[in-house]
């Protein structure tokens, strides 16, 4: 049987052929990627656009999980503080309540409750980064002096609390407004110790006592609320830790989707440049071939 | 019996058939590389014997002409082949176009989505800082612009599949032409004789022909007649009809056979084809899906906002402008909101309440009225473009494996082979080297028969 005499276009397609391997395999070596193309695999390339997102996501929710991390830390340090003060108040009325002190006496405490009672307003009135921490969602100064209520102070944030999105199905909550803390209506911290400066003002030792236990009963409460900043801290490390997983489990996934394999890809550019190299040897060797070059040219 | 003379007359008339086998074979080494050549073969026939009256001798050697080795099959399966992977080529190359537009690179929708997405989360944390609403604002065009491009890729590929239309009846014009005028000369040369090279030149177009659009051809008494794959005439015999093209409603170029019938829809194969079904069915396709994500995303997404409340204590307002026109959703949706207050972040009114941000980062994630979020809608839009750019390119190996196979059965049959050509060199100069010994030894007999019986020679 005759065969094709034509070894040019069986050549060529071998040589374009290798020359496809060879920028598929050098594409694949230099962006570490096999999937460069929705076409190198459609199903890949689908899969990671929620990838792209996820990851988008993941990095957000850990720097959320930072961010509000750090505004947990400082509500909680604020009320620690708020706390010691009134661990001091309490010592404080205490000690005006026993009945042995002159008014003279009363009057220098009352002072210094009056100047605790300022350094927690002040703590209430805490903000980070222009927002406050205990106004509740509003962005108006939470205690303001006013001198028509009776603690002294109005509350003018609101009742409301953010919940922060720190994962797909997780959100914290991150603010206790000022008024569960310092404003309640049993346990009025504000009201409590204006009442103490009061009492130890114009007050016998009995009213004293009265409201040294109210600032008591306050400062067991505030001790409650600082609790959930507690919470909020360890579900905020427990998810840093997961978000911390997330990020490699997805990087992972995104390298199995579309990375290379650099062993099996320097592998395959070898292969593809010895195949490459044959073809063209091959063809050198062939094409100029022919009986031609056997005769004697005639004489 | 024959006399010397008869051995003359053989040998000058071998003289003449080998020079003719030579011509043919230096015709044949000259045209190795013309495309479309088919060899030629000498053809020798013994001519009839010399009947004296006792005796019978062979009466020589004559050329009764040159064939053309073609498989006339071999070509119609070549052409169909030519026009199927001429169409997966035309497919193929715009999808290549398009799928860039599909790629993650940053400027497209997958980024979009994921920027939206995680500046909201940002928003969550911090929802009265103005940086962070400017971040979700800008992830918000950002998106818009990645659809506003997408949508402008696909239209570009779309108008570039249109434009080949003309341009492509055009050159299928000017080839029928040309194929018509060599069907009447060939429809001069007797039905059982060879065309030559006129048949060689006809094959040659009609395979060229057979690259634009599909053919379907059928042998008659005038030659070829040749028509679309659906009937449509584009030769017959010495006549052909030209393909027009004029402007459809739909501003594209439609095709108008030579009755003014618009054929459209039934052509297939070849360049033709391909645009055709690129520009008419594969673009149309992934642009209602990309306008239909575009449009209920949007419409999500203001809803969202609607729920809740701006920095100004207003209720939120459209974050994205749709165009009124559905079918341009994706590349007419822009954001629609101004200044970063106006993003609605608050569910109470409050300026520091992100109540509402879970609402607007929900709409990226729930179902729309397709029945899929958004990340799934154009998962799927970038599976559908991918698959089909991998299965148009696919195809087009596939086919021009098969291509390179019947090419090959074809060269096997038509093509001149230089060695071959050679030895046939040496043959025919070795035989015309022999008869010319015939020729000159005849006339040493001439001259011994003269100079019989004399003692001086002529």
Same mark, same amino acid.
């Given at each position: 049987?005759?065969?094709?005499?034509?070894?040019?276009?069986?050549?060529?397609?071998?040589?374009?052929?290798?020359?496809?391997?060879?920028?598929?395999?050098?594409?694949?070596?230099?962006?570490?990627?096999?999937?460069?193309?929705?076409?190198?695999?459609?199903?890949?390339?689908?899969?990671?656009?929620?990838?792209?997102?996820?990851?988008?996501?993941?990095?957000?929710?850990?720097?959320?999980?930072?961010?509000?991390?750090?505004?947990?830390?400082?509500?909680?340090?604020?009320?620690?503080?708020?706390?010691?003060?009134?661990?001091?108040a309490v010592s404080l009325g205490t000690e005006g309540a026993n009945g042995t002190n002159s008014t003279v006496n009363l009057q220098a405490i009352a002072a210094q409750v009056q100047g605790i009672l300022?350094?927690?307003?002040?703590?209430?009135?805490?903000?980070?980064?222009?927002?406050?921490?205990?106004?509740?969602?509003?962005?108006?100064?939470?205690?303001?002096?006013?001198?028509?209520?009776s603690s002294g102070y109005t509350y003018s944030g609101n009742n409301d609390s953010n919940s922060v999105a720190v994962g797909d199905n997780l959100s914290v909550n991150v603010n206790v407004p000022g008024?569960?803390?310092?404003?309640?209506?049993?346990?009025?911290?504000?009201?409590?110790?204006?009442?103490?400066?009061?009492?130890?003002?114009?007050?016998?030792?009995?009213?004293?006592?009265?409201?040294?236990?109210?600032?008591?009963?306050?400062?067991?409460?505030?001790?409650?609320?600082?609790?959930?900043?507690?919470?909020?801290?360890?579900?905020?490390?427990?998810?840093?830790?997961?978000?911390?997983?997330?990020?490699?489990?997805?990087?992972?996934?995104?390298?199995?989707?579309?990375?290379?394999?650099?062993?099996?890809?320097?592998?395959?550019?070898?292969?593809?440049?010895?195949?490459?190299?044959?073809?063209?040897?091959?063809?050198?060797?062939?094409?100029?071939?022919?009986?031609?070059?056997?005769?004697?040219?005639?004489? | 019996?024959?006399?010397?003379?008869?051995?003359?007359?053989?040998?000058?008339?071998?003289?003449?058939?080998? $020079?003719?086998?030579?011509?043919?074979?230096?015709?044949?080494?000259?045209?190795?590389?013309?495309?479309?050549?088919?060899?030629?073969?000498?053809?020798?026939?013994?001519?009839?014997?010399?009947?004296?009256?006792?005796?019978?001798?062979?009466?020589?050697?004559?050329?009764?002409?040159? $064939?053309?080795?073609?498989?006339?099959?071999?070509? +119609?399966?070549?052409?169909?082949?030519?026009?199927?992977? =001429?169409?997966? =080529?035309?497919?193929?190359?715009?999808?290549?176009?398009?799928?860039?537009?599909?790629?993650?690179?940053?400027?497209?929708?997958?980024?979009?989505?994921?920027?939206?997405?995680?500046?909201?989360?940002?928003?969550?944390?911090?929802?009265?800082?103005?940086?962070?609403?400017?971040?979700?604002?800008?992830?918000?065009?950002?998106?818009? &612009?990645?659809? =506003?491009?997408?949508?402008?890729?696909?239209?570009?590929?779309?108008?570039?599949?249109?434009?080949?239309?003309?341009?492509?009846?055009?050159?299928?014009?000017?080839?029928?032409?040309?194929?018509?005028?060599?069907?009447?000369?060939?429809? $001069?040369?007797?039905?059982?004789?060879?065309?030559?090279?006129?048949?060689?030149?006809?094959? $040659?177009?009609?395979?060229?022909?057979?690259?634009?659009?599909?053919?379907? +051809?059928?042998?008659?008494?005038?030659?070829?007649?040749?028509?679309?794959?659906?009937?449509?005439?584009?030769?017959?015999?010495?006549?052909?009809?030209?393909?027009?093209?004029?402007?459809?409603?739909?501003?594209?170029?439609?095709?108008?056979?030579?009755?003014?019938?618009?054929?459209?829809?039934?052509?297939?194969?070849?360049?033709?084809?391909?645009?055709?079904?690129?520009?008419?069915?594969?673009?149309?396709?992934?642009?209602?899906?990309?306008?239909?994500?575009?449009?209920?995303?949007?419409?999500?997404?203001?809803?969202?906002?609607?729920?809740?409340?701006?920095?100004?204590? =207003?209720?939120?307002?459209?974050?994205? @402008?749709?165009?009124?026109?559905m079918n341009s959703a994706a590349s007419g949706i822009s954001v629609a909101l101004t200044s970063p207050a106006q993003v609605a972040i608050s569910s109470d009114g409050s300026a520091g309440s992100n109540? @509402?941000? &879970?609402?607007?980062?929900?709409?990226?994630?729930?179902?729309?009225?397709?029945?899929?979020?958004?990340?799934?809608?154009?998962?799927?839009?970038?599976?559908?473009?991918?698959?089909?750019?991998?299965?148009?390119?696919?195809?087009?190996?596939?086919?021009?494996?098969?291509?390179?196979?019947?090419?090959?059965?074809?060269?096997?049959?038509?093509?001149?082979?230089?060695?071959?050509?050679?030895?046939?060199?040496?043959?025919?100069?070795?035989?015309?080297?022999? &008869?010319?010994?015939?020729?000159?030894?005849?006339?040493?007999?001439?001259?011994?028969?003269?100079?019989?019986?004399?003692?001086?020679?002529?």
């Amino acid at each position: 049987m005759r065969i094709d005499p034509n070894l040019v276009p069986t050549i060529l397609a071998d040589l374009q052929q290798s020359q496809v391997s060879l920028n598929t395999a050098l594409q694949e070596v230099s962006t570490g990627k096999s999937v460069n193309m929705p076409s190198d695999n459609p199903a890949a390339a689908a899969d990671m656009v929620q990838n792209t997102i996820d990851t988008g996501d993941v990095d957000q929710y850990t720097q959320n999980v930072s961010s509000i991390l750090s505004t947990v830390q400082t509500s909680s340090s604020v009320l620690s503080s708020v706390v010691t003060s009134l661990t001091q108040a309490v010592s404080l009325g205490t000690e005006g309540a026993n009945g042995t002190n002159s008014t003279v006496n009363l009057q220098a405490i009352a002072a210094q409750v009056q100047g605790i009672l300022s350094n927690v307003v002040s703590d209430a009135n805490t903000s980070v980064a222009g927002s406050y921490l205990f106004g509740g969602t509003s962005t108006s100064t939470p205690y303001v002096a006013d001198s028509t209520s009776s603690s002294g102070y109005t509350y003018s944030g609101n009742n409301d609390s953010n919940s922060v999105a720190v994962g797909d199905n997780l959100s914290v909550n991150v603010n206790v407004p000022g008024s569960q803390i310092f404003s309640d209506p049993t346990n009025n911290v504000l009201g409590s110790l204006s009442s103490l400066v009061t009492a130890l003002k114009c007050g016998t030792s009995s009213d004293i006592a009265t409201a040294t236990s109210a600032v008591d009963s306050a400062l067991s409460f505030v001790g409650q609320q600082q609790t959930v900043y507690g919470n909020a801290e360890t579900q905020l490390n427990s998810q840093q830790t997961f978000l911390q997983q997330d990020t490699v489990t997805l990087s992972t996934q995104a390298n199995n989707l579309v990375g290379v394999n650099l062993a099996t890809a320097a592998t395959d550019l070898s292969q593809a440049e010895t195949d490459n190299s044959a073809a063209l040897a091959a063809a050198a060797k062939v094409l100029p071939n022919s009986l031609l070059n056997y005769l004697s040219s005639p004489s | 019996m024959g006399g010397l003379n008869t051995s003359l007359l053989i040998g000058v008339q071998a003289l003449d058939a080998n $020079q003719g086998a030579l011509q043919a074979t230096s015709n044949n080494i000259a045209n190795v590389n013309t495309p479309g050549y088919t060899r030629e073969v000498a053809q020798f026939t013994e001519n009839g014997e010399n009947q004296a009256v006792d005796e019978v001798t062979g009466g020589g050697v004559a050329l009764s002409g040159l $064939q053309s080795i073609r498989d006339e099959l071999l070509n +119609i399966q070549i052409q169909q082949q030519t026009s199927q992977q =001429n169409s997966a =080529n035309t497919q193929s190359s715009s999808l290549q176009q398009v799928q860039t537009f599909f790629t993650t690179n940053g400027d497209d929708i997958a980024s979009g989505l994921a920027s939206l997405s995680s500046s909201l989360t940002q928003l969550s944390a911090s929802p009265s800082s103005s940086s962070a609403q400017q971040g979700a604002i800008s992830s918000g065009k950002n998106l818009a &612009a990645a659809f =506003n491009t997408t949508a402008q890729g696909l239209s570009a590929a779309q108008s570039d599949a249109d434009q080949q239309v003309p341009q492509t009846v055009t050159q299928i014009n000017s080839l029928t032409q040309q194929i018509a005028q060599l069907n009447s000369q060939l429809g $001069q040369v007797p039905a059982a004789n060879d065309g030559g090279t006129t048949q060689d030149q006809l094959d $040659q177009l009609v395979q060229q022909l057979s690259g634009l659009t599909g053919i379907s +051809i059928t042998q008659n008494n005038d030659g070829e007649t040749i028509t679309t794959g659906n009937g449509t005439p584009l030769v017959m015999g010495g006549q052909s009809f030209n393909l027009q093209t004029t402007t459809g409603t739909n501003g594209f170029q439609q095709v108008v056979d030579s009755n003014g019938n618009n054929i459209t829809s039934s052509i297939q194969g070849g360049t033709l084809g391909g645009a055709i079904d690129i520009r008419d069915q594969v673009i149309p396709g992934f642009q209602s899906q990309l306008n239909t994500l575009a449009s209920q995303f949007a419409t999500a997404f203001n809803s969202a906002q609607a729920k809740g409340f701006d920095s100004n204590g =207003n209720v939120g307002a459209n974050f994205f @402008n749709l165009p009124s026109n559905m079918n341009s959703a994706a590349s007419g949706i822009s954001v629609a909101l101004t200044s970063p207050a106006q993003v609605a972040i608050s569910s109470d009114g409050s300026a520091g309440s992100n109540g @509402n941000v &879970a609402n607007l980062s929900a709409a990226l994630t729930n179902t729309l009225p397709s029945g899929q979020s958004p990340a799934d809608a154009y998962s799927s839009l970038v599976f559908q473009v991918g698959n089909a750019a991998s299965g148009a390119s696919t195809q087009s190996t596939a086919i021009g494996q098969n291509l390179t196979q019947l090419t090959n059965q074809q060269g096997a049959v038509s093509a001149v082979d230089i060695n071959e050509e050679t030895t046939n060199l040496m043959r025919f100069q070795a035989a015309f080297e022999a &008869a010319s010994r015939i020729v000159s030894t005849v006339q040493v007999l001439d001259n011994a028969a003269l100079n019989m019986g004399s003692s001086t020679s002529f």
